[in-house]
Every structure is written in structure tokens, then in C-alpha cells.
């Protein structure tokens, strides 16, 4: 969650974590308890911030009031072409042999199948 600035009459300013849905709203101050507005006493600092903290963000504000559907899922979860769930081909990494068994050349020997 972003950090918003709050200005009490009485203690001051000082700064909360809070969801972007939220921001506008009067937050309670943390000495006197009283409810203070958001004002903007400095600039943003989501520029200077590292791009895995900004996506993570990102993710956890859309996660909490529109989670991704099934189609936006699909659009950015390819997994290749050796893939069994998204990928549409058959799987090199498993062989079926004539009589019907499964084997993996390139994986563990002990490997049971499923």
C-alpha cells in the first residue's frame, strides 16, 4: 500500500499506509485520534522505488478489488510448447512406448507416472 499524508490541526502532519480506495478519506491521527484530511506535502516517490516493490504493489491493489479473470490469466501465463496446460502440443519429456507404458528419457528413472 502507498504512504499518504495526513495534516492534524492539533499534532501535525504525519504519514499512513493505506489502500488507493481509501486515500481520500479523513485518516485518524495517530496521537489525539481526531480525523485529519490528506494533504500533499511531497512528491511521490514510487519513481525512486525498486521495479519488483512497484509490481508487487501493483499486484496486491488490484488483488484486493478486481482479481484477474481466466482469459487475462491465460494471456500471460504461457508456459511453452512443451507444455501440457497451455501449450496445446504433446509433452517431449514423456514417451509412450508401444504397449502403452509411459517413459521419461530426460527425467528421473524412478520417476512413477501419473
Known sequence: MPTYEYL????????????????????????????????????????????????????????AHAPRTSAEYKATHQHGPGCGCCGGGKSKSTVTTADGKKTFPSKRPWMISH
Open 8 to 63: 492534524c490541526d492539533d499534532c501535525g502532519e504525519f504519514a499512513a499506509y493505506r489502500p488507493i480506495a481509501k486515500r481520500d478519506e479523513p485518516c485518524i491521527c495517530p496521537n489525539c485520534g481526531t480525523p485529519s484530511p490528506r494533504v500533499i506535502l511531497s512528491a511521490p516517490s514510487l519513481a525512486t522505488m525498486a521495479g519488483h516493490l512497484r509490481a508487487a504493489h501493483a499486484t496486491n491493489e488490484r488483488a
